[in-house]
């Protein structure tokens, strides 16, 4: 089994930052080799946005590529979303995901508001 917990959303103003972090228990995350953060904008579909794996390639939407960058730190058991140059569309819900022996885990997710 696998925890993940979102945090660090909030409002921010248009051209703003957040980071989002989402921290892994309940399995050695050094052993987890993918991680990936997803987001829902009301009344769409949940969409990719980021994943990264072993801990060196990083794939991203092209709707975020140049703004968003993704990280790990095995010491902290936490992937990071670092989000720049925010637009009003980047709102919604980020959920945090990963894959292990064939399951598939998400985070209760965490609201990111930009406003212009």
């Known amino acids: 089994q696998v925890q993940l917990v979102e945090s660090g959303g909030g409002l921010v103003q248009v051209g703003g930052s957040l980071r989002l972090s989402c921290v892994a228990s309940g399995s050695s995350f050094s052993d987890i080799n993918v991680m990936r953060w997803y987001r829902q904008a009301p009344g769409a579909q949940r969409e990719f946005v980021a994943s990264i794996i072993s801990g060196v390639t990083t794939n991203y939407a092209d709707s975020v590529k140049g703004r968003f960058t993704i990280s790990r730190d095995n010491s902290k058991s936490t992937v990071y979303l670092q989000m720049n140059s925010l637009k009003p569309e980047d709102t919604g819900v980020y959920y945090c995901?990963?894959?292990?022996?064939?399951?598939?885990?998400w985070g209760l997710g965490i609201q990111v508001t930009v406003s212009s």
């Open positions: 995901n990963t894959n292990r022996a064939s399951k598939i885990y």
